[in-house]
């Protein structure tokens, strides 16, 4: 039976220090590699014959403003469905020079799932067959999901527990 | 049918390809999205798909929403079945929450939800059937379609877009309507979709339009991100209420049907068997609900102070849950700062949703996977080289639905 213990024991085995920050939030194995390391390590998860992380469930994109060199981050969703077990890969881009290595000569399913991430994060995808937009219109020119296009804020926070007689 | 059958005469006019836009507003479309079908004759030459008619920025819409808030977004992805995608929601929340859901609650979200998953597949099963020429079938099955409305209508108010449950469990108990409904659906359905089932399985015109058409490989299809109905037709035996069981669907009895070819006509029998498996655990939950008496035949929530509303006769006569009402309406409360992922089995497959919260009071990040959108892209290589009429019943057996698709 794979776990996640066997799975980052197998990727620092084979990367050493460069897959990091390894967690468990809510008991998914998630961790990091430099964003020219995500093919490499999609591939050796994929053909490794323990790991056989061969379902891709979800990539989407994530803004962190405040990380300056690293505001965009990929996270790619895999599911090994023979042990039943999902683990969470994240690359880190900078904004500027927002490049990452596309996923579908791996992955059919990459294909509108990157570039629905082109769409609204601006991340390219470096060699994918046909990066241009899919939801949005073509002629758009600003990626709606960063953080730099707020919404109104409905959630108020003009007031507080102190307000209420509390703490 | 190509050139060595059809000789054209020297000097007569050159072939060509005909270029044809079936939608985004085509009755035979269902949903409101566009392809671009290059056509020889009537063979599928390439198709190019266009989405994103009506995108509504969910995701972006979401990052500025409290938890209870999004949930009236989840209903517009998949309507044919919005229960499943509310639960879906309440159930991400009460994961990154760590709330714990008492017994009852599961039961009756599994009933909700089985009813949900009845209602989508006979919608996509009887469109197939409506595109291939048979209407009966539809109209027949309708009114049960309505029955299950109906029992949405007792439990939370609404039809079509329930927003049905909270966060924790419902809004209210099930009344005695609800039950008597359901016992009603229970009793008559079974032999409504017997019958349903009569007027396609067997039927020799219907197996011939679908035997064979829009057929795909377990492995294209699980490297195209299938999931749902879809896949096990191609013969992979997931099913997200098996693999990762959520809302106590461990502790019922019931089998996943899976398909050999992933063609069309298997497509439809393992959405037709999917509904008598429903119709199974229904019953299963129904009779486990009835097991609780007294007290416990009351609850119909978790005890989660801080995003259950208070019942109404004490925000209005006390403070505390006043406050309390009032703090959870305009979304004054902190999330635990964490990052989840959590999907169910929905009407067209795995939907997850991946949320990620900084510890304040709206998601930081919200992303919907979406199993329709995902498997959209494979409807070229299903149709590519098959008849126009084929491609057609080919998109309404995927059940794609503009909503999902879209978001």
């Not at chain 2, 020799?204 to 490297?223: D, K, P, Q, V, W």
């Not at chain 2, 461990?250 to 996943?256: L, Q």
């Amino acid at each position: 039976m794979l776990t996640n213990e066997i799975v980052k024991q197998k990727l620092v085995e084979k990367f050493a220090e460069q897959v990091t920050n390894f967690g468990e939030p809510y008991g998914m194995l998630t961790f990091e590699a430099p964003k020219e390391m995500n093919l490499k390590v999609l591939n050796f998860l994929y053909d490794d014959e323990r790991l056989k992380f061969r379902f891709l469930t979800d990539i989407c994109a994530v803004h962190y403003p405040d990380q300056k060199g690293r505001e965009l981050a990929v996270v790619y969703h895999l599911h090994n469905m023979q042990d039943n077990i999902r683990v969470r890969f994240k690359v880190f881009t900078d904004i500027e020079k927002p490049d990452v290595y596309t996923a579908t000569g791996l992955f059919s399913a990459a294909n509108w799932m990157e570039r629905e991430t082109y769409d609204f994060y601006g991340v390219k995808f470096t060699g994918h067959p046909n990066m241009k937009r899919i939801l949005n219109v073509e002629e758009m020119n600003y990626f709606p999901l960063r953080k730099e296009y707020p919404l109104e804020d409905q959630a108020r926070i003009d007031k507080d527990d102190e307000m209420f007689g509390r703490e | 049918m190509t050139e060595q059958h059809i000789k054209l005469p020297e000097g007569s006019i050159e072939k060509t390809t005909t270029t044809l836009n079936l939608g985004p507003t085509h009755p035979a479309t269902h949903g409101v999205f566009q392809n671009i079908l290059e056509l020889d004759g009537e063979r599928v030459v390439s198709a190019e798909q266009t989405v994103g008619y009506i995108h509504r920025a969910f995701e972006k819409i979401a990052e500025r929403r409290t938890l209870y808030q999004i949930t009236p977004l989840t209903d517009r992805l998949n309507y044919c079945s919005p229960p499943l995608n509310n639960m879906g929601w309440h159930m991400t929340c009460e994961k990154l929450l760590g709330l714990k859901i008492p017994k009852r609650v599961d039961y009756l979200r599994v009933i909700i939800m089985e009813l949900a998953r009845i209602s989508d597949h006979l919608i996509c099963n009887s469109i197939v059937g409506v595109d291939a020429g048979a209407y009966t079938g539809f109209l027949y099955v309708m009114q049960y379609r309505e029955l299950i409305y109906e029992i949405y209508e007792e439990v939370c108010g609404a039809r079509l877009t329930t927003n049905i449950g909270r966060i924790g469990g419902f809004e209210r108990n099930f009344n005695d309507i609800a039950f008597q409904k359901l016992e009603k659906f229970l009793k008559e359905y079974p032999g409504v979709l017997k019958e349903f089932e009569n007027l396609f399985q067997r039927n020799r015109i219907f197996m011939e339009r679908t035997m064979g058409t829009g057929a795909i490989s377990a492995e294209r299809a699980l490297n195209y991100g299938f999931t749902g109905p879809n896949l096990r037709a191609a013969g992979v035996d997931y099913d997200v209420r098996v693999h990762a069981p959520y809302s106590s669907y461990e502790d019922f009895d019931f089998s996943i049907p899976v398909g050999t070819t992933g063609d069309n006509y298997d497509r439809w029998l393992v959405r037709n068997q999917e509904m008598w498996q429903s119709l199974r655990i229904i019953e299963q939950a129904y009779q486990k609900v009835q097991e609780f008496k007294g007290a416990e035949a009351e609850v119909y929530h978790a005890d989660a102070p801080e995003y259950y509303l208070p019942p109404k006769e004490l925000v209005y006569t006390r403070m505390e849950p006043m406050i309390w009402h009032f703090k959870i309406i305009m979304g004054e409360i902190n999330m635990p700062v964490g990052e989840v992922y959590h999907s169910v089995e929905a009407g067209n497959g795995e939907l997850g949703f991946y949320l990620i919260s900084d510890g304040g009071r709206t998601p930081y990040r919200l992303h919907f996977r979406r199993p329709c959108f995902i498997y959209y892209q494979a409807y070229e290589e299903l149709i590519k080289g098959s008849m126009l009429s084929d491609a057609i019943i080919t998109m309404s057996s995927l059940n794609l639905i503009a909503g999902e698709m879209d978001a």
